[in-house]
């Protein structure tokens, strides 16, 4: 009898036990879908923290994170020991004793019905923290079920818990439950908690700060000290209790620590890699097609991104990028006083606040609510509220209605900035904006603006394609061009920027140079506007562009990247090279991912390409040259050469320098984001008083720092043959020095009036308006040259210096074929 009631109870503990083996089998299988997923080895020994990745310098210097949750992992090492005793004490006083489940706890937990508290140990935490285990998508299709959902999430914690007890030892348990748990104000990790809370690394932590942080970790928002500090005191003061009943902590320090007050102290992550930037912003642009192709998650895999910036380069252009906008902006004010400065081509004033306010989302709406009642929406517009704007003093608290916001903005001008080695096609400066907190919109690969006169070169390379030299001549006299428009024939008569012509042989270097714009016109007509279009095309203008006759001035509208990229081919010896932006990505520990390289092809010959950097240098070096303000500024030993191009939109609205020396090629544009706003005359907006300064600030910083890697220097010598001629010296005149670079009255009327144009910049290109032209009258057999301003000495020194050094050169090249 007695046998067989011992058979019967060993047979039901047998069936329990193997009903319960089927049990656990199918929550980890997953049977019928009923359970959701169950984390297996292999996700065991690779543990998924959701950290974020970091983005660097090519220079290794940490300028941004990426992250869903701010964590930043430690080793054990790194953390202070307070932090540990403080975590067990509280959390789980058996932690070194249990094998992931406290069968105690949970006895205790079940006979007092949960009122003697959880039964949760640190290991089951971090299994639900670090695998998700409650969340919906964890639970299969018993999550309908309320109760069973409860113990089959309980069910999965102990399986998992008993898994990670198995791989892992007690230090790497408690690690990465330190580098998972959240500590509130979205600081993930107690690195992170540690420097948010008291500006201190994980091991710098006093016994106060570790009882503070741990008992965060009943309640992150409850406990939080920056907004309950009263109750974030009470429950450190709980936690020290704890630390000294089990032996963490003596009375006698018990008593001693409760007393002090909390000393926090706000920090944030280290070199502003908490905040967003434009490079942040394009990075994270650049990789999103690489992030899809390799099934990685930018704000979660921990990745180690280095970007090609170069840290140095980087501030001496946002140094200089400050300085030159905080002057442009008190010119702008300057300028136009009280007076509202959006006005269309023909200086009518235009109402751009209101029509601003009419394309707000929130517009369509209130007229809804108050039934196009205009006065009740004129009111909620108008109704001043605390806001914090931009100024160059610093950010600044206010009162401002919308509208007052709106006009505030739409004065304000802003710029884009890159620099690029063409060589690796390396990006080494990415200046957005002049500040990505209030202007999110990035001016060098988003904004598309009018190129002006930096569009001009792409003329002279077709004509170099043609079989034209530097040395070719065209009269700068009035030029009348016939096209056909829907058609109908029509003409279009362009005027050089002072509205004179000199009626002068001019060179193509020369005309380039001094960016003359009836030469270009004829230049353009000879080799025909398609050939323009082509070879922009060719050399990495990717934007559309309306071919026709006034391509070459620039009327359609470009970003600074495409223009940057396009004048590198030119230093490139003809062979274009995409940007890159980001040069390697590893993981956490280094590992690499994998490395970037610039896609090449070649567009030009190398003859062309040398000749189309010596046209460049005209403008410096000829009579009248654009680029002639670079003498300003120190950027002339060793025989240093650059080449560059100034441009001014119509109205100039927009301002360019584009930039070249021997190893870099740079693109600024200025303006404002509203194109209805800009400057009255070239004396204050053209761009070789605009954006040209910005260039040479940089590069003059540059060049000062012998670390920088970059020095004085000519160009590059040709490696090959030079068969065209460009022995022809431009005699040394009396120029105007101050004459303007603009294309205001050169554009073709193709496109809505100005007035209509929405605040942002469109994606779509456009051509602006032309002004209205004076009469034209055909050119007489000899007219006298219009009056000029004369050289300094210090002009006429180095002109002539220049000049004898550029004769030298070029018999030396005649005499030696290239």
């Known amino acids: 009898m007695f046998k067989e009631i011992k058979n019967r109870y060993l047979r039901y503990i047998a069936f329990f036990i193997f009903y319960i083996i089927i049990f656990f089998c199918a929550l980890q299988l997953n049977f019928l879908w009923l359970f959701g997923y169950s984390p297996s080895y292999s996700d065991i020994k690779k ?264 840290s140095k380069l980087q501030g001496y252009a946002e140094e200089a990028v400050k300085d030159q906008m905080k002057v442009l902006q008190k010119r702008f004010y300057s300028v136009w006083g009280n ?124 004509a170099l394609e043609s079989g034209m030299s530097p040395c070719d001549t065209f009269v700068d006299k009035p030029v009348k061009i016939a096209y056909q428009n829907k058609g109908k024939t029509e003409y279009w008569e362009p005027k050089n920027a002072d509205w004179s012509n000199s009626y002068q042989e001019m060179s193509l270097r020369w005309a380039m140079g001094k960016s003359v714009n009836t030469v270009t016109a004829q230049v353009t007509e000879k080799v025909g506007w398609d050939n323009v279009v082509k070879w922009a095309k060719e050399c990495g203008i990717e934007s559309h562009l309306e071919s026709v006759p006034s391509v070459s001035l620039g009327p359609n509208d470009v970003t600074v990247f495409e223009m940057v990229k396009a004048y590198s081919t030119f230093l490139n010896e003809g062979v274009r090279t995409d940007p890159i932006l980001v040069e390697k990505i590893t993981d956490q520990n280094d590992n690499l991912i994998e490395e970037f390289t610039a896609k090449t092809k070649r567009v030009l010959t190398e003859e062309i390409a040398w000749l189309m950097l010596y046209m460049f240098r005209g403008g410096m070096d000829e009579p009248g ?69 910005i260039f040479a600030k940089f590069m003059e910083k540059v060049y000062h720092d012998p670390n920088s890697g970059y020095t004085y220097g000519p160009f590059p010598k040709s490696k090959v043959e030079i068969t065209r001629n460009i022995n022809c010296p431009t005699p040394v005149q009396q120029v105007d020095t101050t004459a303007i670079d603009s294309t205001a009255i050169d554009s073709l009327d193709m496109s809505i009036p100005i007035a209509e144009e929405p605040q942002i910049p469109k994606t779509e290109p456009e051509v602006q308006p032309k002004q209205e032209e004076k009469k034209n009258t055909e050119a007489p057999v000899k007219q006298t040259p219009p009056a000029t301003v004369p050289l300094t000495k210090k002009e006429e020194r180095e002109l002539k210096r220049k000049q004898k050094q550029e004769q030298k050169e070029k018999e030396k090249q005649q005499r030696n074929g290239g």
């Open 339 to 462: 007076e509202d400065p959006w006005e269309d081509s023909e200086r009518k004033k235009v109402d751009y606040p209101d029509r601003a306010k009419r394309n707000l989302p929130i517009y369509a709406l209130l007229q809804k609510k108050y039934k196009n009642n205009t006065d009740s929406v004129d009111a909620y517009f108008n109704k001043k509220k605390k806001m914090r704007i931009f100024s160059y003093k610093g950010d600044r608290d206010t009162l401002f209605s919308t509208m007052d916001s709106i006009r505030y903005y739409g004065k304000i001008m802003n710029t884009g900035m890159m620099t690029m080695e063409p060589k690796s096609g390396k990006i080494k400066v990415w200046v957005g904006g002049i500040d990505h907190k209030f202007f999110k919109y990035d001016h060098v690969n988003q904004a598309k603006r009018q190129a002006g006169s930096t569009f001009k070169p792409f003329a002279y390379l077709a």
């Open 625 to 693: 040259g654009t680029s002639r303000a670079l003498w300003e500024w120190d950027l002339w030993k060793k025989n240093n050469q650059i080449g560059g191009k100034t441009g001014t939109s119509s109205d100039y609205v927009d301002a360019w320098y584009m930039g070249i020396t021997k190893d870099l090629v740079t693109g600024v544009w200025v303006g404002c984001d509203e194109r209805t706003a800009h400057f009255k005359n070239g004396e204050q907006g053209e761009g070789s008083r605009t954006a040209l300064p």
């Open 47 to 310: 543990p998924a923290q959701r950290v974020g990745s970091e983005l660097y310098t090519s220079d290794g210097k940490l300028i941004g994170r990426y992250f869903k949750e701010n964590r930043t992992p430690v080793n054990y090492e790194e953390i202070s020991p307070s932090v540990i005793k403080a975590l067990v004490a509280t959390e789980d006083v058996r932690f070194y004793k249990h094998s992931g489940i406290d069968v105690q706890a949970v006895a205790r937990a079940v006979v007092g019905m949960g009122k003697d508290g959880g039964a949760s140990t640190i290991t089951q935490q971090l299994a639900k923290n670090l695998y998700r285990t409650r969340y919906s998508k964890s639970s299969g299709f018993i999550k309908h079920v309320p109760l069973v959902r409860t113990l089959v999430s309980k069910f999965k914690e102990w399986m998992t818990a008993l898994k990670l007890e198995a791989n892992y030892s007690k230090n790497d348990i408690i690690t990465m439950y330190l580098n998972t748990v959240s500590f509130g104000n979205n600081a993930y990790g107690i690195k992170t908690a540690s420097r948010i809370y008291f500006d201190k690394e994980a091991k710098e932590l006093s016994t106060t700060d570790a009882a503070l942080l741990v008992g965060m970790l009943k309640g992150t928002n409850l406990y939080n000290p920056l907004k309950s500090p009263d109750r974030a005191l009470e429950r450190r003061n709980i936690v020290l209790s704890q630390m000294n009943k089990y032996n963490y902590l003596s009375k006698d320090s018990l008593a001693l620590l409760v007393k002090q007050p909390m000393q926090l102290k706000e920090g944030k992550m280290k070199d502003g890699s908490d905040g967003d930037s434009y490079l942040r912003a394009a990075v994270d642009k650049y990789l999103e097609k690489w992030c899809e192709d390799n099934d990685l998650d930018l704000y979660e895999d921990g990745l180690k991104i280095y970007t090609t910036i170069d």
